[in-house]
């Protein structure tokens, strides 16, 4: 099993910028795709941006691109989003998901995981 937790959320002023971590923890498991989604209320949960193993390939939304930047540190099994500029239409719960590897060595699956999310609130 994977546990992933959020942290970085808060309240900020249009204009400014906040970065949201994300730490995975458990045993035996290697991370794969991760992911960034966020969820505003009323709203179906978007996906926002994603980066690949080693960070080769990433993934924005349109509605970020140019103002949020992920990133991941394998060594640490820690994911990033830095958002700049934010906007009011950027307030969401935000949510770290990946896919991982788990199981003993001869019968490895892949499974899909999700963080208990972390709020972001821009005002205007």
């Known amino acids: 099993q994977v546990q992933l937790v959020e942290s970085g959320g808060s309240l900020v002023q249009a204009g400014e910028s906040l970065r949201l971590s994300c730490v995975a923890s458990?045993?035996?498991?290697?991370?794969?795709?991760m992911n960034w989604y966020r969820q505003a209320p009323g709203y179906e949960r978007e996906l926002v941006a994603n980066i690949s193993v080693s960070g080769i390939r990433t993934y924005y939304a349109d509605s970020v691109k140019g103002r949020f930047t992920i990133s991941r540190d394998d060594a640490e099994k820690t994911l990033y989003l830095q958002m700049n500029t934010l906007k009011p239409e950027d307030t969401a719960v935000y949510y770290c998901n990946a896919d991982a590897y788990v199981g003993p060595m001869f019968n490895r699956r892949l499974q899909n995981y999700w963080g208990q999310g972390t709020q972001v609130t821009v005002s205007s």
């Open positions: 458990g045993n035996g498991f290697n991370l794969v795709t």
